[in-house]
Structures are given as structure tokens and as C-alpha cells.
């Protein structure tokens, strides 16, 4: 299954949890199921104020992105710029 | 999500994508053509002014217009009342995400001003005389509230409150009582203890930076006019024409569909026109007036009420072994926000330690409100702040351990696959080669004079996709027509204009760009996080080969074959091995007898923004009799993914450094202890001119993105990182005092000199 590491804010809004295993497909699963499992974090999730990196790569907004079995996930504030 | 094919550059030989072709918008900037935000003149158009707030921090007992509404000529007085008090809701813009609440409490006052040029109220004349008469008939009740102006004593427990409803989020279990401090944000991992317990040398320093305006020449400028059935349309300077239009319909509870948004040409932004300040004010007047209504700030008015940058108080501490590993990394960022919470510590914490490939690091981040402006995105938000902290102390330790600054980074630099301080891992980045061009270039080896210190400093910035339309007209004539929806701040037309012409294989001289008002197409986030060549070019390479699907279809059905037969090449659909070929304009001509007008449009949300990383190189002198720091000599080395012009990637990375130049040695809001400013001008406020700074000589280092079809990465953010740390390496190398607070202005350094001399 795919893994989501957490830290910094994150982790402590998710009950100190670090690494968790993840059963979904995509953002939007990942979200859902983040919400459920960590009510703290829930509205800090629907405020569109966090990125999913999968493996890496940085998806802003993007409910569909796909999450491989293997993935690594990383929760991380969204980076806008000027 | 979009999926576009591997780089093209590593396809084939690229015959325009690369080159230097003169921009596109070049002879209407310099014969006056050109329409910015307040050339544009309307039939009985009304002139609008602001009253702002005389106060740093004061309750608005009473506002009393009627003597200014009955001021001859005056057509409209509106107050906040005028626009909707809306509730605490976060949307994405700029930098951060932001708030209705406080955005509507930003463009007007409410319950209280909260810093000096707030804005109270605004009038609608027939002339700017009768306008500016009339703001002298309102009459506001202030009750005058102590203010606080710095960082660290607006955090202390009993400093003046700005908001009685801020609680710090980020911090379990919630505060009971409310503060200045809107956030605490943490990154990081590892075993910090650990790590420093492993160190041979440990560094440890506080930085203080001023907050600094991003110094657009274009003050903030635009005319509304809404009609008497409540449609409406803005032409405006800014860096995002469907940003504003999604602000101002809020704000005045409108209907997005109702506002028609027209981006002007614009002369700077920098982030720093990624929120509204004067359009929604102009479209509650022109509502009130049913008139057309002009208003623009005077450089007096941008410095007093619109964002700079943050001002912040920092603490770094690094260690590393003997050998040049570090061992360990933590930071303290405390950033001032102005009067609305905001700030961008959150990516200035992020970027802190990016350039590196740490074990263990912490960064952790605070976001507070004081009585000044509201803080708006300026280049890189939050990354020059906190680097120039990093990259100090980088300097301090690569020389406690007697190795070359150079190698030292070399030795820790993050490469493809390191696990970044936020969290994951980096894809492929360009900071080792900017390093090996660094060292192997002439500037590092030539010889230094005395009172001469040269200095070194890397910077990492992110870039962003984000959603983005984009469309292609095929002209009947074989011109070819795009329309994107992102203003063109830094030669984004030529560069999206070069790359359609790649794909067609046309003459650049074919394809001509234009900026779309919000009715043309789609939504478009706005020109920032150096996203329009990487995103609205994804968007545009994806809408060109949609056209010549099309055209590929056309020529099959004339030469009744199928399409799979036909191929596109050089401008051209070539019948495989038949030696058949019909012209782009001759595909064009035919269009209606082939099936109609051919266009193309792409509307995605681009992903796979690779971040671009700097290194740069600058010698000082430094008058010991009056601490004056002169810039001998400039190299910034940049890596651009693919730079689609060049001269435009060179022109970025020279202006970034001429901003943090700025920044370093010159740039400071002074307040009188009433938290008034004392220099709104530039003539007090002094950005760098052309004498001040030498050629920036520039390097362009290319690896390439994978996620982009031309490998492009984006590169106006990153210039700005390194110079501020740079300069104040040098400076201190020249001098032999470390300098941690900027700017680094002639008593400052004078002062310290002396300190030093024991004078």
C-alpha cells in the first residue's frame, strides 16, 4: 500500500502519527479518508491550503491525481508565489 | 491533471525555442503606445480618491459624508458599508491563501483602521480638484489605539491587540486568549540532538530583515464602470484579471459572469498586484454614480496602503563536521503579516533549508499581524527572508572549518532524490550545476583589493502550475492567433509565441499573442509563482497540437487518405512518401470548404513545476570612512530548465539581483514613533538605479524539467533569493564584521566598523 509521511503542524494535528499506510487511489480518497480518520485536520484540508506530493511531484487542487500501490505521499502546504 | 509527452528539446533540434527574436511588445513600450492601468479614458468618466486613515491603529467612532456629498460636482462617497461584510473564508491567491474578511476590511476600514493610509472612505467627483476637496469635508471619529510596529513586541504577551478574535492556529491545545501570532507552522525531521551532538562546529546567529516594497514603477491604477443593470466591467493593472474579477464580484456581491476583467499592460508587479486594493472601491463609486470611475494611487499612497514584503526576526542554527558534512539544521522565522494575518513564513520556512540534503532539520514559523500594511507576495515569498539567514550562516560555518564556501555547499547540496525539509523527495534539480559554474567561472578566481569582500549564497524557489485556458485561432490567411489569460509581465508573449511557433514549424513573425480579458476564456490563475511560461506553454503546446490534429484531418480529406498518411512537418502536412505537401495558409484558405474555422484550446491544471535553483557570486568594497558598500562585480547562475529566450531568463535573473541589491543595502520603511511613514517616496525610499549596480553578468544552467514539453522550468522568483546573503557574505568578508541585520545601509555598516575598531 501506498505511504503517507506526515510532519511538522501535520503531525501534531494528526495525533503525532508520522507514517501511515493508505488504501486510495487518489487525492480525493486520500482526502476523505484523512478527514475521517483525523478530525482535527479536516477543516484545515477543506480550506484548499494543502498540496499532496506523490512521489515528488506536488499537486495543488487536483482531486483525481492518481496514488500508486507503492506511492510515497506527503501532505504540505500549497505553494502559490508572486 | 495534464499529460503531455516527454521534452521535446530532448526530441529534436529546436529551431526557435532558444533563440533571442526581438519582443513582440517592444515598439508599442517604447513609442507610448502602450495602454497601462491608468491610460485608459472614458466619456464622462469620474475621478475617485481614498481617504486613508491618519492613524496606525485607532477605532472608527463615526464617519459623517454629508458635507462632501453635497459638495458640488461630487457623485458618489461610499464607506465600508458600501461593500459586504463577509465571513472568515480562505480562497487561494498570490503567495497564501486569503480571507474575505480581512480583504474586505483591507480595501476599506471597518471597526478600525489599523495602520497609517488605511483606507476610510472614497469619493467619485467630476474633477481630481473637487475629488480631493471633498475627502477634506469627510469627517472621521477616530479613537486613537496604542500600535505596535514590531515583530517580537507584537508577539510579547500585553502588546497593543489587533484582532480580538485571533487565535494562534497551529498550536494544541488552542489558545484561551487572543494574540498577533495568526500561526505557527512546523517543518522538518531527524533527531535534531543527535545531530548538533555529532557537530565539530556549530553556528548559531539572529537575523533582523525590514519589510521592503516590491517597487513597481506602475502605481496601482484602474476604471470601473457598472451599468445601470448592475453589469460591470474593469480594466486594470494586475498580475491576474480573473483574480480580481473573483475578488471584486465577493465583494460587491456580484456575479462573476457580470464582471468583464481587462488586464492593462503592466508596468511591475513582483507579486505585489495579486490582490485588490483600488478596484472594488472604484466599482462600489461607479455602481453608486452610474458613471465610470478612474482612481490611482500616487506613489505616496502605494507605499502607505499596499503590501510590501515582510519585515521578520530570525534565528539559525547549523552544524557540521570538520569535512564539510552538516549534521544538523534549525531555524526560528518570525515574520511580520501588516495588519491581516498572512505573511509568507510558511514558504519561507519550506525553502529555509531547501538547498540542502539534511538528516536532521527543523524549521518552525510564525505569522504576525502589526500596524502596518497588509503584506502582498513579493518574488519568492518568504524565500529571500529566511535564506539570507541560511545562507549566512552557511558562509560563517564553511569558513569556521576553513573550507571554501563553494565546495562546503557542494558537499550538502540536494540533488535529485533528496528528501526536501517539507517533506518529500526532489525531482531532478539544478543546484550542483549552478555551483560547478559558479567555481569554474572567472569572477571566483579574480583577485580582490583591500576593503573588497566577495560573497556566495545559493536560493531555491518552487514554481507552480495551476489552472490555466489557452486558445489558438488559425487565421484565414495561415496567422496564427493565441489568446491566454495571464498578463505578460516578463515576456511571456514571446516566450508562449515561440513555442506555438516551434510546434507549428512556422516563422515566429506568424504567431501573434494577446492577453484575454475574463471573457474570452476559461479561469486562469494569475501571473505568479513563475508559472506562465511553464504553464500557459503546457497549455498552449497542448491547444497547437490539437490544431494540427486538425489540420492533418483536413489535408486527409482532400487527399482522401487516412489521416494516419499525413504527417506534420516544418509548417506543412506532407503525404508520407508521396511527396505531397499543403502549406499551413493553404489549409487556412480552404478551412470552410473543409469543415469550418480550425481553433484549438487547452484548459488544464498544470503540474510537475520544477523547482529552479541559484547561485550567485558578487564583490564589494566597502568605505571604511563612511561604510558606503559599492557592487564591484555581479554574477547570478541560474538553472532554467530550458530557457525559451534567453535574453528574457537573463533579463529575470538581472532583476532579481538588482531588487535584492536593493533589498541588501538600501531598502527600509522608517516610521516615526506614531507609526507614521516618514519615507513613502522614492527619493527616501531608495531602490537601486542603473549607477548604483554593474552589468549583472549572468549564467544560464539547463537540466532540463521532465514533467514539461519543453523541459522548461520557471525562473523570475529564484534571482531573488541568494543576493541579500550574498551581499552580506561579501560585506562581511570585506570587513570582518558579520552583518545580520539589513539593510546593510552606510551608518549601519559604519557603525559596525567602528564597533569594531573600538572607536
Known amino acids: ?82 | 491533471m495534464n499529460d503531455m509527452t516527454p521534452p521535446k528539446a530532448a526530441q529534436q533540434h529546436l529551431k526557435i525555442v532558444g533563440t533571442r527574436p526581438l519582443r513582440p511588445d517592444g515598439v508599442d513600450k517604447v513609442t507610448g503606445r502602450a495602454k497601462f492601468g491608468a491610460d485608459i479614458h472614458v466619456p464622462n468618466m469620474l475621478i475617485g480618491k481614498v481617504l486613508r486613515s491618519p492613524h496606525a491603529h485607532a477605532r472608527i467612532k463615526s464617519i459623517d459624508v454629508s458635507r462632501a456629498q453635497a459638495l458640488k460636482g461630487v457623485k458618489a462617497v461610499i464607506t465600508s458599508a458600501d461593500l459586504c461584510d463577509l465571513p472568515s473564508e480562505f480562497i487561494p491567491a498570490g503567495e497564501m491563501m486569503v480571507n474575505f474578511k480581512d480583504m474586505t476590511r483591507n480595501v476599506m476600514a471597518r471597526e478600525k483602521a489599523l495602520y497609517e493610509g488605511h483606507a476610510v472612505a472614497a469619493v467619485a467627483a467630476v474633477s481630481e480638484a473637487v475629488a480631493a476637496q471633498a475627502l477634506t469635508l469627510i469627517e472621521v471619529q477616530y479613537e486613537v489605539l496604542p500600535h505596535v510596529m514590531d515583530v517580537a513586541e507584537a508577539m510579547q504577551a500585553g502588546a497593543p491587540l489587533l484582532h480580538d478574535d485571533m487565535f494562534t492556529i497551529g498550536v494544541e491545545p488552542r489558545p484561551a486568549k487572543a494574540s498577533n501570532i495568526a500561526k505557527r507552522v512546523e517543518f522538518g525531521f531527524g533527531d535534531l540532538e543527535a545531530g548538533f551532538a555529532r557537530a565539530d562546529v556549530i553556528v548559531e546567529r539572529e537575523f533582523a530583515t525590514k519589510p521592503v516594497h516590491q517597487g513597481y514603477i506602475e502605481p496601482h491604477a484602474c476604471l470601473a464602470s457598472v451599468s445601470e443593470d448592475g453589469q460591470a466591467e474593469l480594466w486594470c493593472t494586475t498580475q491576474g484579471q480573473f483574480i480580481v474579477r473573483a475578488f471584486c464580484a465577493k465583494l460587491l456581491g456580484m456575479d462573476v459572469s457580470r464582471l468583464r476583467v481587462t488586464a492593462s499592460e503592466i508596468g511591475g508587479g513582483f507579486g505585489g498586484k495579486t490582490v485588490v486594493y483600488l478596484e472594488p472601491l472604484a466599482l462600489a463609486l461607479s455602481r453608486k454614480a452610474c458613471r465610470p470611475v478612474k482612481m490611482t494611487m500616487s506613489r505616496t499612497d502605494v507605499f502607505r496602503a499596499s503590501g510590501p514584503t515582510s519585515g521578520a526576526k530570525i534565528w539559525v542554527k547549523v552544524g557540521a563536521t570538520r569535512d564539510g558534512r552538516i549534521t544538523a539544521a534549525d531555524a526560528l522565522l518570525k515574520y511580520q503579516a501588516g495588519a491581516f494575518q498572512g505573511s509568507p513564513v510558511q514558504p519561507g520556512a519550506m525553502c529555509a533549508f531547501a538547498p540542502y540534503d539534511l538528516e536532521n532539520v527543523r524549521i518552525v514559523g510564525f505569522d504576525v499581524v502589526v500596524n502596518r500594511p497588509k503584506v502582498a507576495a513579493y518574488r519568492a515569498p518568504g524565500g529571500p527572508i529566511a535564506e539570507f539567514a541560511v545562507e549566512s550562516v552557511i558562509d560563517e560555518v564553511a569558513l569556521r572549518i576553513g573550507m571554501d564556501p563553494i565546495e562546503f555547499r557542494l558537499k550538502n547540496a540536494a540533488k535529485e532524490g533528496t528528501r526536501a525539509p517539507y517533506g518529500p523527495k526532489l525531482g531532478p534539480i539544478g543546484l550542483v550545476q549552478t555551483l560547478e559554474a559558479a567555481r569554474a567561472h572567472a569572477h571566483y578566481r579574480a583577485p580582490l583589493k583591500a576593503n573588497q569582500g566577495r560573497g556566495v549564497a545559493s536560493g531555491f524557489w518552487f514554481n507552480i502550475g495551476g489552472e490555466t485556458c489557452a486558445s489558438i485561432n488559425l487565421g484565414e490567411d495561415g496567422s496564427v492567433g493565441l489568446v491566454v489569460g495571464t498578463p505578460d509581465i516578463g515576456g511571456s508573449r514571446a516566450s508562449l509565441s515561440m513555442m506555438v511557433a516551434e510546434e507549428f514549424g512556422i516563422p515566429l513573425d506568424q504567431v501573434h499573442a494577446i492577453i484575454g480579458d475574463t471573457t474570452s476564456l476559461g479561469f486562469n490563475f494569475l501571473t505568479g509563482g513563475s508559472r506562465v511560461t511553464f504553464s500557459s506553454g503546457m497549455a498552449l503546446v497542448e491547444a497547437a497540437r490539437d490544431v494540427i490534429r486538425q489540420l492533418r484531418e483536413r489535408a486527409a480529406k482532400i487527399w482522401e487518405v487516412a489521416v494516419e498518411e499525413v504527417e506534420w512537418v516544418e509548417g506543412h502536412a506532407r503525404l508520407s512518401g508521396k511527396g505531397k505537401t499543403l502549406s499551413l495558409a493553404e489549409l487556412a484558405k480552404t478551412a470552410g470548404k473543409t469543415g469550418g474555422p480550425i481553433i484549438g484550446n487547452a484548459a488544464i491544471n498544470a503540474t510537475g513545476a520544477g523547482p529552479s535553483l541559484a547561485t550567485h557570486l558578487v564583490d564589494v568594497e566597502v568605505d571604511p570612512e563612511t561604510g558606503k558598500v559599492t557592487i564591484l562585480r555581479y554574477t547570478a547562475i541560474q538553472d532554467a530548465g530550458k530557457a525559451v529566450h534567453p535574453s528574457y531568463v537573463e533579463g529575470q535573473m538581472q532583476g532579481g539581483a538588482v531588487q535584492g541589491i536593493g533589498w541588501a543595502l538600501n531598502e527600509e520603511y522608517i516610521y516615526d514613533d506614531k507609526g507614521r511613514m516618514e519615507n513613502p517616496g522614492f527619493l527616501d525610499y531608495r531602490i537601486p538605479v542603473c549607477s548604483d549596480v554593474p552589468m549583472i553578468d549572468t549564467v544560464i544552467v539547463e537540466v532540463p524539467n521532465p514533467r514539461h514539453p519543453y523541459g522548461v522550468r520557471g525562473v523570475g522568483e529564484t534571482p531573488i533569493v541568494p543576493p541579500m546573503a550574498a551581499i552580506a557574505n561579501a560585506v562581511s568578508h570585506a570587513t570582518g564584521v558579520r552583518f545580520t541585520d539589513l539593510p546593510m545601509s552606510p551608518p549601519r555598516v559604519l557603525a559596525a566598523i567602528d564597533a569594531q575598531r573600538g572607536a
Request: proline letters at 6%.
Open chain 1, 1 to 82: 500500500m501506498a505511504r503517507l509521511i506526515l510532519s511538522g503542524t501535520l503531525q501534531k494535528l494528526a495525533g503525532g502519527d508520522a507514517e501511515l499506510e493508505i488504501d486510495a487511489r487518489d487525492v480525493k480518497q486520500l482526502l476523505r479518508m484523512l478527514s475521517e480518520r483525523y478530525p482535527a485536520l479536516a477543516p484545515h484540508l477543506e480550506s484548499d491550503a494543502y498540496a499532496i506530493a506523490i512521489d515528488g511531484e506536488i499537486f495543488q487542487d487536483i482531486w483525481f491525481a492518481p496514488i500508486g500501490p507503492d506511492s510515497e505521499v506527503h501532505l504540505i502546504p500549497a505553494i502559490r508565489g508572486g
